[in-house]
């Protein structure tokens, strides 16, 4: 009798209804992400202004998130604001539709795994009994152990693949921003962008700061 190996079907899990929330989330948050990049920066444009405490000792305080956008949009404009948008819904498209199909094909795989090892205890007939006890009553085990500590493997590694895959636009984002200081241009187009990126930096360019994420 002759066993063939299980077929794992695969089909897009990152659904158009999620991707429509992911890319309208990273529309309006990016103003804020922008000037917080800026704030990472160092740029302050504007200078500190007096205040006091709440004990009534003068002190100087720099500007809010909201004086920041508020002199953004007087330098660029309304659409300023939302200068290197393109590639922050990109990057989180990129991310979301990597990380959830992956996590759902490993998910799968682990499926067929186990369901083949419950066949060769359900054959044999000896320990099918234990098995199931151990599912309905859960307790603290090396084997439970084992397997929390292999879908922390699993989970980490599928947020690894996400993040190598969309963080030169993660990149692209945060030197589009940057160019507000200098009133650049060079960023606003992917290709030039890259290669700018490629010429001064090499490859590995596209993923400066990559392991601090």
């Known amino acids: 009798m002759s066993h063939s190996k299980p077929v794992i079907p695969w089909g897009n899990k990152f659904t158009y209804e999620e991707a429509v929330g992911r890319a309208a989330i990273a529309l309006l948050s990016h103003p804020f992400d922008y000037v917080k990049i800026l704030i990472q920066l ?35 404009g309304q659409l300023g604001l939302f200068r290197g948008v393109k590639y922050k819904i990109a990057s989180s498209l990129l991310y979301n539709f990597v990380y959830i199909n992956t996590s759902e094909i490993a998910s799968r795989c682990v499926q067929v795994i186990k369901e083949e090892e419950e066949e060769e205890v359900d054959a044999s007939g000896s320990t099918s009994g234990k098995k199931k006890a151990v599912k309905e009553y859960p307790t603290f085990s090396r084997e439970n152990l084992t397997r929390t500590l292999e879908s922390l493997m699993r989970e980490t590694f599928c947020k690894f693949l996400a993040l190598a895959a969309s963080y030169p636009l993660h990149v692209m984002v945060i030197r589009s921003c940057a160019q507000f200081v200098g009133k650049e241009k060079i960023y606003d187009n992917l290709s030039t962008g890259i290669k700018d990126i490629v010429d001064n930096s090499g490859f590995w360019g596209l993923y400066a700061g990559y392991v601090k994420q």
């Open 42 to 76: 160092g740029y302050e444009p504007m200078p500190p202004y007096a205040t006091k405490t709440i004990f009534g000792t003068p002190r100087l305080a720099l500007p809010n998130v909201f004086a920041y956008l508020g002199y953004i949009r007087r330098e660029d």
